[in-house]
């Protein structure tokens, strides 16, 4: 019997989660069906619970269920449990594990594919959502410096900076209260969906090394082109870090890992 995952959000219509593990299916002959489901918001539990008892074996979760996520879990593993989010339920004797791939696959895109050293390297994050917390603990394991979290709720981020305590450097910060200094810059917020961009100064752009676009198919958002006008060494979207963290959860599930160059190169859109 082929067995049943799918990704939850809302807006779902343009997960390419689908296509990410039907190519996964086909490189390792699983027999495996994937879709998409959009529950409604304060849904998400009762949506997640009806797929279950339908036969459902997994799920992904994107914006803005994911904290939602990881406490509907009966199990939450440490990469879930340390940020408070989860972006990856599997099903297991009728109980519901937790895990959060997201971190894992930035870190992995930017290290990895990217070919960018993390060791000692001040990062900034726009953004204090499940996609930042999922980051913080992977980013501090790949050695760098300091995290800097900024978001337009300063509380919000300060809660977030708290959650790995003394385990690494990361602290909060205002929008405006930025200055130069960061060799990364990491778009965590969900404004390029809706084509609009965090507020970041423009000061802090300034001798990055690396802009990053957690949003993926978008060409070239405002986030980026501002990137790129404050002459930014390089800029990426989030399209390798949604490969790779669609990788880990396959190998979760199905226990294979793909190959996820090919299909990074499926899905890249140039960023010009």
Same mark, same amino acid.
């Given at each position: 019997m082929t067995d049943r995952y799918a990704v939850f959000g809302n807006p779902i219509a343009q997960s390419k989660s689908p296509e990410l593990h039907a190519a996964f299916a086909a490189q390792t002959g699983e027999?495996?069906?994937?879709?998409? @489901?959009?529950?409604?918001?304060?849904?998400?539990?009762?949506?997640?619970?009806?797929? #279950?008892?339908?036969?459902?074996?997994g799920l992904n979760v994107?914006?803005?269920?994911?904290?939602?996520?990881?406490?509907?879990?009966?199990?939450?593993?440490?990469?879930?449990? @340390?940020?408070g989010a989860a972006n990856c339920l599997k099903i297991e004797d009728g109980r519901i594990v937790a895990e959060n791939f997201d971190g894992v696959g930035l870190v992995r895109d930017i290290a990895v594919n990217l070919g960018v050293d993390l060791k000692g390297k001040r990062v900034l994050m726009a953004g204090a959502g499940g996609a930042a917390r999922g980051a913080l603990e992977p980013l501090i394991?790949?050695?760098v410096a300091e @995290?800097? #979290?900024?978001?337009?709720d300063v509380a919000k981020a300060e809660a977030v900076a708290r959650l790995l305590g003394p385990r690494?450097? #990361?602290?909060?910060?205002?929008?405006?209260?930025?200055?130069?200094g960061f060799d990364l810059v990491l778009n965590t917020?969900?404004?390029s969906l809706s084509g609009a961009e965090p507020p970041i100064p423009g000061k802090a752009f300034v001798g990055a090394e690396l802009a990053y676009e957690l949003a993926y198919g978008k060409g070239k958002t405002p986030f980026l082109a501002r990137a790129e006008h404050y002459h930014v060494g390089r800029i990426a979207d989030g399209v390798g870090m949604l490969v790779e963290q669609a990788?880990?959860?396959f190998a979760w599930w199905r226990g294979?890992?793909?190959?996820?160059?090919?299909? @990074?190169?499926?899905?890249?859109v140039p960023l010009d």
């Open positions: 027999d495996m069906s994937y879709e998409r @489901i959009e529950a409604p918001l304060g849904g998400f539990e009762a949506a997640v619970r009806a797929f #279950i008892a339908a036969g459902g074996k994107t914006v803005p269920f994911k904290v939602e996520a990881e406490a509907l879990a009966d199990e939450a593993r440490d990469s879930a449990a @340390i940020c394991e790949a050695g @995290i800097v #979290i900024a978001n337009r690494g450097s #990361i602290r909060a910060s205002r929008y405006e209260a930025l200055e130069p917020t969900s404004a990788a880990e959860a294979k890992r793909p190959d996820t160059a090919p299909v @990074i190169a499926q899905l890249t």
